[in-house]
């Protein structure tokens, strides 16, 4: 199957995470950026506004894919904006396409993504994987989201987070 695996990243995390599936599946990694540097103010001022950010590659280059496997992070219980070109892309130019993300997790799992992910691109992804930061922390106490926000994926992090999303992967795609 031919797998392209799209990432976007604030602070590296879902970017060195899609890296590492990427190479494991030996599948096309796109890295997505913006030409002006990400703060949170423009986090904030993309969820007030409903912005779809302009972003490099253009979204127009599924066709020669089977699957395409998006990766990002979480803000505020939606996924990363700069991912919202590509998922407008697929409602206008249907896809199979996946959604994987590392997010901080402190308040549960983000329980609107999926209706998100359907809303934007008008279908349900074929798999759909929501990685906690706080899974990796002791629980005792409970992380905090200053805790999991400030997180950096080790390597031993990506190897485990990697197996749990390949041996995923193999259900869709075998
Ligand atoms: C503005 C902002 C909002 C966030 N909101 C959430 C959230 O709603 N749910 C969650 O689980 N994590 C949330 N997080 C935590 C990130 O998803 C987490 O730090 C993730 O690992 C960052 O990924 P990245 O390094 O690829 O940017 C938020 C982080 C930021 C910066």
Redesign the pocket.
Known sequence: MNIAIISY???????ALAGSVAKELSSEYIRISESKPRT?SS?AMDMIFSRIPLVQPSPNLFVKYDLILFF??????QVATPLRGYLKHLRTNPHKYGFIS??????GP?TKVRGELRKRTGADPVVFIDL??ADLLSTNPKPTRKA??AYKLDSGDIEQLTSTIVKKLMDVTN
Not at 9 to 15: A, L, R
Not at 72 to 77: E, S
Not at 102 to 107: K, L, P, T, V
């Open positions: 990243s604030f602070t590296g995390n879902n970017d949170w986090i990002g992070p979480i803000w505020m219980g590392i997010s901080g997790g402190a308040d983000n906690h930061i999991t926000s």
